[in-house]
Every structure is written in structure tokens, then in C-alpha cells.
């Protein structure tokens, strides 16, 4: 048996811009892992099986995904602590947290570019889970390039009571409704050079916001003292970045009587 931790994802920007001919968007994102996590351990059994949270998909397709090479299946348990279908990525980080668990044991694991290539089939958000540090993702976002952040603040995390995410589909047809990939090159030229400037944690704030959600809680974390809020994913969850944990106690205190709160902070390693 295998025992991991599985942690959550933000996007601390998110660039969208028209579909290519595979239909899907291009994209330039800058993932940020942070310290709210999964746990799951992975087992050899006699048959797939996933314990501990109904509604997954991903991870059995990971697990299949891993018998594939020699036939060895596996039987995974999952503690859930990352809100689920909240813009966290939870459910791509256990996908991920399943392969590797899994590759390890095979009697001959697979490389990691072999591994990265299950975790693109799966979603793209999931190679990201594989690797360390902050990275900036291209293409579909299965393309990683890391990218040195700083990693010293506070991070809140709120969703609000009754929120609820739309299909990942729906969002982005409510984006090409509104024709939002238009300016897509002037917008990822921003956010690229932005990038390129930033060495303090309230350079963050010059990122760009995500061009597939927004709320009226990013402006109120940014009166409640966060240097930069805005919504990860698709949503609905909003995150505020703080300097101080005091001040991110304290705009938890006010907001948390209408939304869940979580309170937590950059993460480096898988």
C-alpha cells in the first residue's frame, strides 16, 4: 500500500483565448498549489475500486489507466477536504495523486514522461498535480513550464453558501457567447510580462483577472485587505492573498457567517 496527499490548485491567472482544431481553448495559466489536500492511499486488489468519495470519475480512470501496463489493478480510499467542483482542481489533484501511488506499485514503473501523458488523457489540469512549484500552463494547460514565485502569504478561500459551480463545459459556452477570446494576444502579452516582473507577493496583484469568472467578493476581500482576489478555475470559489495572517483571520471572521472559509498558504512539493 501507498499513502499520499493530494493538494488543491490555484489559478492565480487564467488567459483564455479562441479553440484550436482540436476544440479546445488555448490558454495560459499560472497554477499555484496550496496546503488544503486530499488524502489517498492506493492498494493492489482483485478489482478497481474507489472508497470514500461517490462521485468520482478520475480516479478509477487513473487507476485503469495505470493497469493498462502489466494488468495489476488497484483499489483506492480517498479522505475529501478540497470542496468538490469549486475551481480547486480537487478532483485532477487525486487523479494525480492516484497515478503516481499506483506507479509505484508496478514491479516497472513507468517514466514520468510516460506519466505525464496518462495525466494530459485524463484532463489538463491533472499534469500539473505531477510536478513541483508553481508553473505556467499553455496550450490546453497540459503544457508546464515552472515559474519562480513568491511563496510568502496567506491564502482564504471562500464559497459562498448555496454557490454552485456550472458544468466546466457551460462556463466556457457562456465564454465563446460573449466572444471573450477576443484581445486573447494582448492579454497573454500582459500576462507574461507581469510575470516576468514579479518578485514580492503583492507583485501578484498586477496578474490579470480571470477571463471566465469573476464575483463581487474579489472587491470585498480587496477592502478586507487581500493585495490580490479573484476566482480560481471556473469557480465558484474565491481566494484573497494576505501579507499578514491577521488580517486573512480577520476577513475570515467577516465573511464566514455567509460562506465556508479556509484558511491555508502556498505549497511547493507533490
Same mark, same amino acid.
Request: no cysteine; glycine share 8%.
Given at each position: 500500500?501507498?499513502?499520499?496527499?493530494?493538494?488543491?490548485?490555484?489559478?492565480?491567472?487564467?488567459v483564455v483565448?479562441?479553440?484550436?482544431?482540436?476544440?479546445?481553448?488555448?490558454?495560459?495559466?499560472?497554477?499555484?498549489?496550496?496546503?488544503?489536500?486530499d488524502r489517498?492511499?492506493?492498494?493492489?486488489?482483485?478489482?478497481?475500486?474507489?472508497?470514500g468519495f461517490d462521485?468520482?470519475t478520475?480516479?478509477?480512470?487513473?487507476l485503469?489507466?495505470?493497469?493498462?501496463?502489466?494488468?495489476?489493478?488497484?483499489?483506492?480510499?480517498?479522505?475529501?477536504?478540497?470542496?468538490?467542483?469549486?475551481?480547486?482542481? $480537487?478532483?485532477?489533484?487525486?487523479?494525480?495523486?492516484?497515478?503516481?501511488?499506483?506507479?509505484?506499485?508496478?514491479?516497472?514503473?513507468l517514466?514520468?514522461d510516460?506519466?505525464?501523458?496518462?495525466?494530459?488523457?485524463?484532463?489538463?489540469?491533472?499534469p500539473?498535480f505531477?510536478?513541483? $512549484?508553481p508553473?505556467? $500552463?499553455?496550450?490546453?494547460?497540459?503544457?508546464?513550464e515552472?515559474?519562480?514565485l513568491?511563496?510568502?502569504?496567506?491564502? /482564504?478561500?471562500?464559497?459562498?453558501?448555496?454557490?454552485?459551480?456550472?458544468?466546466?463545459?457551460?462556463?466556457?459556452?457562456?465564454?465563446?457567447?460573449?466572444?471573450?477570446?477576443?484581445g486573447?494576444d494582448?492579454?497573454?502579452?500582459a500576462?507574461?510580462e507581469?510575470?516576468?516582473?514579479?518578485?514580492?507577493?503583492?507583485?501578484?496583484?498586477?496578474?490579470?483577472?480571470?477571463?471566465?469568472?469573476?464575483s463581487?467578493?474579489?472587491a470585498e476581500?480587496?477592502?478586507?485587505g487581500?493585495?490580490?482576489?479573484?476566482?480560481?478555475?471556473a469557480?465558484?470559489v474565491?481566494?484573497g492573498?494576505f501579507?499578514?495572517?491577521?488580517?486573512?483571520?480577520?476577513?475570515?471572521?467577516?465573511?464566514?457567517?455567509?460562506?465556508?472559509?479556509? /484558511?491555508?498558504?502556498?505549497?511547493w512539493?507533490v
Open positions: 500500500m501507498r499513502r499520499g496527499t493530494a493538494a488543491a490548485k490555484l489559478n492565480l491567472a487564467l483565448g479562441p479553440r484550436g482544431d482540436d476544440r479546445k481553448h488555448e490558454l495560459v495559466t499560472v497554477y499555484q498549489r496550496i496546503a488544503l489536500a489517498i492511499e492506493v492498494a493492489v486488489s482483485d478489482r478497481t475500486a474507489v472508497i462521485g468520482d478520475l480516479v478509477r480512470q487513473a485503469e489507466s495505470v493497469s493498462q501496463r502489466d494488468g495489476t489493478r488497484f483499489a483506492a480510499r480517498i479522505e475529501k477536504r478540497i470542496p468538490v467542483a469549486a475551481g480547486l482542481g $480537487g478532483g485532477s489533484a487525486d487523479a494525480a495523486a492516484a497515478l503516481q501511488l499506483a506507479n509505484a506499485l508496478l514491479p516497472a514503473p517514466p514520468p510516460a506519466l505525464h501523458q496518462l495525466a494530459a488523457q485524463l484532463g489538463a489540469d491533472v500539473f505531477l510536478r513541483d $512549484g508553473q505556467i $500552463g499553455t496550450g490546453d494547460g497540459t503544457s508546464l515552472p515559474v519562480d513568491p511563496q510568502d502569504y496567506w491564502v /482564504l478561500l471562500v464559497l459562498p453558501v448555496g454557490a454552485a459551480k456550472a458544468s466546466t463545459r457551460a462556463v466556457y459556452e457562456r465564454f465563446d457567447e460573449r466572444r471573450g477570446e477576443q486573447f494582448e492579454r497573454r502579452d500576462l507574461l507581469a510575470l516576468a516582473h514579479v518578485r514580492r507577493p503583492r507583485d501578484l496583484a498586477s496578474l490579470p483577472p480571470n477571463d471566465l469568472a469573476s463581487p467578493l474579489a476581500l480587496l477592502e478586507l487581500a493585495f490580490r482576489a479573484d476566482v480560481t478555475g469557480g465558484p474565491v481566494y492573498l501579507l499578514h495572517r491577521e488580517a486573512a483571520v480577520a476577513a475570515r471572521r467577516r465573511l464566514e457567517r455567509g460562506a465556508r472559509t479556509w /484558511l491555508t498558504a502556498p505549497a512539493y
